[in-house]
C-alpha cells in the first residue's frame, strides 16, 4: 500500500522539519537589516540544520502554515551579546595599507580561516579591530510568515 504525504496547514513546525517562509530581521529602533520579501520568492529551509540562528529556530517551533508571528529577541538570543575579549589591536605598519576606521577587514586565524573585523581606530602605531557580529549586544525583532511545512524525513514524496 502507498501513502502520499504532503504538507498541510495542520502540520506544525519541529526538529528537521522544511519549511517555507519569509522573514524579516530589524533592529528594536524598527531598523531593518534583512527581509526576504525583497528577494521575491519565500525561502525554504530545515529547522535544526544551521541556516538560521538557534533563537531564530525557537520562535518557528510549533507554527504551521498560514501563521505568522514576531517576536522580540535579546542578544543572548540572537547574534550574542558584545564581548570586549573578541577587540584586538595591531600593528599599523603591518597592514598592507593603511585601516580606513569603519571598514570591514578579512583577517586569516591561526586555523588558516577567514575572520572579519570592523576596524574601530587607527593611529601611526596602534589599529584597533572588533571581531564581534556587528549585530552582537543588540535587541532584535524578528517577524515570520509560513506558508509550508512539510514534516521531517517527507518532502511530498510517495512512501512505500
Known amino acids: 500500500m502507498s ?20 522573514f ?22 530545515v529547522v535544526g540544520d544551521g541556516s538560521l540562528l538557534p533563537g531564530f529556530e ?7 502554515a498560514g501563521d505568522r508571528r514576531t517576536v522580540h529577541l535579546p542578544p543572548e538570543d540572537a547574534f550574542g551579546p558584545w ?14 595599507e593603511r585601516p580606513i576606521v569603519g ?3 578579512e583577517f586569516e586565524d591561526k586555523a588558516k580561516s577567514s575572520l572579519f573585523g570592523v576596524v574601530q581606530s587607527v593611529d ?12 552582537a549586544g543588540k535587541n532584535i525583532s524578528f517577524e515570520v510568515e509560513i506558508f509550508k511545512v512539510t514534516p521531517p524525513g517527507q518532502s511530498g514524496i ?3
Open 3 to 22: 501513502d502520499i504525504i504532503l504538507p498541510n496547514e495542520e502540520t506544525r513546525i519541529q526538529l528537521n522539519s522544511t519549511v517555507e517562509l519569509h
Open 24 to 45: 524579516s530581521v530589524a533592529l528594536e529602533n524598527g531598523v531593518e537589516i534583512d527581509n526576504t520579501r525583497q528577494h521575491g520568492e519565500p525561502v525554504h529551509l
Open 58 to 64: 525557537s520562535a518557528l517551533m510549533g507554527l504551521r
Open 83 to 96: 564581548n570586549a575579549e573578541n577587540v584586538q589591536t595591531f600593528d599599523t605598519v603591518k597592514f598592507a
Open 103 to 105: 571598514h570591514l577587514t
Open 124 to 135: 601611526d602605531n596602534v589599529t584597533t579591530v572588533d571581531f564581534n557580529h556587528p549585530l
Open 158 to 160: 510517495q512512501i512505500q
